[in-house]
């Protein structure tokens, strides 16, 4: 499985775009099974895919251990590209009394078909 990762403190440099259309590359012309994981609080990759800020599922109760990753998973709608969406306050996340370890919750994406 290869990861990547678009991370800036600063606005404006191209993180959403990019991200968005690198994964839709891969998984439209490689055919590559493809995860985009929204951790923007302002939701632009779920809103480009169309998922309104009403969405259920994200990241925060994968990261506070409640949920796993594949019961956040939500189609995009683009063959082979599935997003794990936003909230408006996914970006207040805070986790106390623990690290968070991403590598564990990623290895529960491991017995996905691809």
């Given at each position: 499985?290869?990861?990547?990762?678009?991370?800036?403190?600063?606005?404006?440099?191209?993180?959403?775009?990019?991200?968005?259309?690198?994964?839709?590359?891969?998984?439209?012309?490689?055919?590559k099974?493809?995860l985009?994981?929204?951790?923007?609080?302002?939701?632009?990759?779920?809103?480009?895919?169309?998922?309104?800020?009403?969405t259920?599922?994200?990241?925060?109760?994968?990261?506070?251990?409640?949920?796993?990753?594949?019961d956040?998973l939500?189609s995009?709608?683009?063959?082979?590209l599935?997003i794990?969406?936003?909230?408006?306050?996914?970006g207040?996340?805070?986790?106390?009394?623990?690290?968070?370890?991403?590598?564990?919750?990623?290895?529960?994406?491991?017995?996905?078909?691809?």
């Amino acid at each position: 499985m290869l990861t990547l990762t678009f991370c800036s403190l600063k606005g404006g440099t191209a993180k959403t775009s990019r991200t968005f259309h690198i994964g839709a590359c891969v998984a439209r012309y490689n055919g590559k099974r493809t995860l985009l994981v929204d951790f923007d609080s302002q939701m632009n990759p779920s809103i480009i895919l169309g998922i309104g800020p009403d969405t259920l599922d994200t990241m925060v109760p994968v990261l506070q251990g409640q949920k796993k990753v594949t019961d956040v998973l939500r189609s995009s709608g683009v063959k082979y590209l599935d997003i794990i969406p936003a909230k408006f306050q996914s970006g207040r996340l805070i986790v106390r009394s623990r690290s968070l370890n991403l590598s564990e919750r990623w290895a529960s994406l491991k017995g996905v078909k691809q």
